[in-house]
């Protein structure tokens, strides 16, 4: 089916067997096969074989969606075709039928491990595979050890060091996206995630840059919406707006593979429902005691499964436990106080 003449133009944007047979399963003789470049409202931005076109939806699809698009009366989303992946957060699509999620924080500022692994268990949970960039790295003396503190933290995953300034890194970024993978970035605002978009792109104002906050290193949002670009050389980049958090509502999936040796290890305990806090027979709290596993990659993982288990807990379980504590909290301040 693929390679079609017809459809050559699609090519750099990410058009291969995979996409030609999702499209021949949904669409009819009167569409044309699109994939979407941005949303806005109750319109969208797509990318033809012919060229760019704005289209309306009734369904809004997500940016990097392919489509099957009508052109009659008007431009028109007629069929979203099956995603085989999608980047989520807290019921908010970021972007679809990606290849690659890039997790991308700045050494120019303290490193967030923990906000890195909570990155990675949303990049997992897409079906995309995650590569950590970590840019700036003109602006860390011990850039190299930063690097190596990460890899140990990001369990199976590849760690590319980058600066935009004197182009480090970008040709092993590049090489990720070859031949017409699509990868998504995700990160905070002010992590140079727009800075290395140009530098891939070789264009200085491809996309908007400001300065960080000098105080607190924090960014200013220069990119306002998702925007699909084409890289020159090969793949798709997909450039979102900063997270300020990183909310793991529905990314139960995720955990597992962000966390691979705390969960082979977690076999391993006396009790199939253990927490690795005290518990008795805990293999996970032996493993941190023997050296095994790092103490904060551990904390940071049971506080990820904490909040997924209270985020899947019904509305009703909630309000019981909230009526308990207020009716502890009551009978405490009812107690007499010890004299001293």
């Not at 908010?92 to 500022?109: M, P």
């Not at 700036?136 to 050890?145: F, H, I, M, N, Q």
Request: net charge neutral.
């Amino acid at each position: 089916m693929f390679p079609d003449a017809r459809f050559d133009a699609l090519i750099p944007l990410g058009w291969d067997d995979r996409v030609a047979a999702l499209y021949a399963t949904v669409a009819e003789a009167h569409h044309q096969p699109a994939r979407v470049g941005r949303v806005d409202r109750d319109r969208c931005t797509v990318r033809t074989a012919g060229g760019q076109v704005r289209a309306m939806a009734e369904v809004l699809p997500t940016t990097g969606d392919w489509v099957a698009l009508a052109s009659e009366p008007r431009p028109a989303v007629a069929i979203i075709l099956p995603r085989w992946s999608a980047l989520e957060r807290e019921g908010q699509l970021l972007a679809a039928d990606i290849d690659i999620v890039f997790v991308v924080a700045s050494l120019d500022r303290p490193l967030n491990l923990n906000r890195i692994e909570r990155e990675l268990v949303l990049a997992w949970d897409s079906g995309a595979r995650p590569v950590v960039v970590l840019t700036k790295a003109d602006a860390a003396p011990d850039a190299e050890v930063l690097a190596k503190t990460v890899e140990a933290r990001a369990v199976g995953v590849d760690v590319v060091l980058t600066s935009a300034a004197n182009g480090l890194g970008v040709d092993r970024v590049q090489a990720h996206l070859r031949p017409n993978r699509t990868a998504v970035l995700l990160g905070p605002s002010g992590a140079g995630k727009s800075t290395l978009v140009n530098r891939l792109l070789s264009e200085e104002e491809a996309q908007a840059t400001a300065a960080v906050r000098a105080g607190d290193h924090k960014g200013r949002h220069t990119t306002s919406s998702r925007h699909l670009l084409v890289i020159p050389g090969g793949g798709v980049l997909i450039d979102t707006p900063g997270l300020r958090s990183v909310g793991l509502t529905g990314a139960e999936g995720g955990v597992a593979l962000a966390f691979p040796d705390i969960e082979a290890i977690g076999e391993g305990c006396r009790f199939r429902d253990c927490r690795h806090v005290n518990e008795p027979g805990c293999a996970v709290v032996a493993a941190v005691a023997s050296g095994r596993l790092d103490r904060d990659r551990v904390a940071s993982y049971t506080k990820v499964q904490g909040e997924l288990e209270e985020s899947t807990k019904e509305p009703w379980a909630k309000a019981a436990e909230n009526r308990q504590a207020r009716i502890v909290h009551r009978a405490m301040n009812k107690l007499p106080k010890k004299k001293r």
